[in-house]
Structures are given as structure tokens and as C-alpha cells.
């Protein structure tokens, strides 16, 4: 398997999704990416004092989206496929792969159909992110780290960082579920988003019970019972547009 390299340049760097855009990098499954990204405004310079903003910025002018490298394509990815982001080394805020309607798209919403902006803290070095592929190839962004960052994100940001990513990306067959979801040295965990935070908490929650009844061979009540006792609900972010919540199983707490 190959490892490939991606820095942040202006024509490797984006601040929209798009199915429109051409890869700027093509990798066979299996294969490692070290994508080094930029903050999530794309400063090109060190802050030198807190507030310091007359750096420049990749994209100049008032702010439209993060700053992501890539996309990169993945041979093979077919829309209904799993893409999984094995993170090796360091940490993300935003993970995402290009959403299936036409044109461009936010960055700044998580979606459930592509992930993007999740800004949940238990997707660090040792998780694995599966995220639905939604356009051939899959289009896969990186970018706007989080050196540090509370669950729920209060005030909108966290200690915004450029960050370089070590993954394995892989197609993942068989997966237990169809949603957004991740295996992290914290646990198994589950996501749910929307602009209604009971409706984002039933999803996460939905997602774990049939992950559970799966893992454990119960029925959905079963599990949804067990689930009452073990599984923490967490709000993933408050910010962004859209709310985040994020079930999560403690490793090792039920095998």
C-alpha cells in the first residue's frame, strides 16, 4: 500500500463542498494520506498575539468556510459504499466526504449524509470515522484541527489549529450501520444532527440501539433497555447551525 502526501496550496486548499470538484489527489483503498491542513480561517502565519488577524489567509476577505485540504478521491468508492478514515497520528475537526445534491455546500453544518464539521472530541489518533459515500470516488476533505475542545463546543470555537493527519483510508463492506459512526479508544460512538437537539439525540440514540442489538444478538427493546444503563448521550456542539449530539459505549464496559 502507498503512502501519499497533501499540503495545503491554493489549488489543494477549499472552503466549500462540492461534488463538482476535481480530486486533487487519487488513492487506491488501503492506501495512508499525511495531509497537512491549514486553521480552520486558513491563516498562511503564526499568530503573534491573541486576536492578531492581519495575517494572511488563503482565502482573503470575510470568512465563507473552513479551510479544507483536498477532496481526494478513492478508486473504487461507489455512492452506498462506507468510507473508513483509520486515524494514525494527531487529531481533526472537520472529516467529510462531498454531499450527493449539485453545487456547493457549507462547510460549517455537520451532516449526517457526509459528516464534515462533527467537532466531536473522541475522534482522535486510534479512532476509525465510517462515513456514507455519497459520490463516486467519495471526495474526502480534511481540516480545521482542534488542539482542544469541550463536549457541546459552548462558545462556537475551540483552540483552532493547523494540524498534519496520518490516515488509512479504506472501503469498509458489512458495516453494522449506514450512518455516520466510529470505533475510538474512548468507545463506540454514534451521531445525530439537527436543528432540533431531541430530534439529533433520538438519532444518536437510534443509531447505538440497533448497533447494540447487532453486537449483542438482542432484540431493539433489549437494547434500548441496556442502553438506559451504559450508553452516554453527549452534546456534541451547540454551534454551527445545526445541534450535535453523540451516543457513546464505553470500551470494554459489555465484552
Known sequence: MATHRLDPARQTTVNVYSPGHAPVLTVDPGDTVLVRSLDAVGYLARHEFPGDEGQPKMFPGEFRGHCLTGPISVRGARPGDMLAVRLVSLRLGVTGVAPAGPGEHSTVPPRAEAGGNIDCKELVAGSVLYLPVAVPGALLYLGDGHGAQGDGEACGTAIECGM??????????????????????AGRVTFGFSADLNEAMGDALDAMVTWMALIFGTSRAEAFALASDCVDLRVTQVANVTWGVHAVLPAGLLS
Not at 498534519?164 to 479508544?185: K, Y
Open 164 to 185: 498534519t493527519t496520518e490516515a488509512v483510508v479504506e472501503l469498509s463492506a458489512g458495516r453494522p450501520l449506514a450512518s455516520i459512526h466510529a470505533e475510538t479508544p
